[in-house]
C-alpha cells in the first residue's frame, strides 16, 4: 500500500485575515477523497471530502446554487 502525503493548497483569494480553509486535491485518483483542514490550524485534523461530493459543492458555488451567505 502507498501512502501519499496531502498536498496542501488554498485559493489564490484567500487573502482574507486567515478565515481560509485548504484543499488537497492530488488524493482524489489514489483514495478518491478530497481532504479539507482550517489554514490556521495546519497540524490540526482533516476532513476527507467523497470526491464526487466535492466536485458537487464547487459546481454549486460557481453556479449561484447556493444562495448568499
Known amino acids: 500500500m502507498t501512502t501519499e502525503s496531502p498536498r496542501w493548497f488554498k485559493s489564490s483569494y484567500s487573502d482574507n485575515g486567515g478565515a481560509c480553509i485548504e484543499v488537497?486535491?492530488?488524493?482524489?485518483?489514489?483514495?478518491?477523497v478530497v481532504p479539507v483542514r482550517d489554514s490556521k490550524n495546519p497540524d490540526g485534523p482533516s476532513l476527507d471530502i467523497p470526491a464526487d461530493a466535492f466536485s458537487f459543492f464547487v459546481t454549486s458555488v460557481k453556479a449561484g446554487d447556493l444562495g448568499a451567505v
Open 24 to 32: 488537497a486535491g492530488n488524493l482524489v485518483a489514489s483514495r478518491g
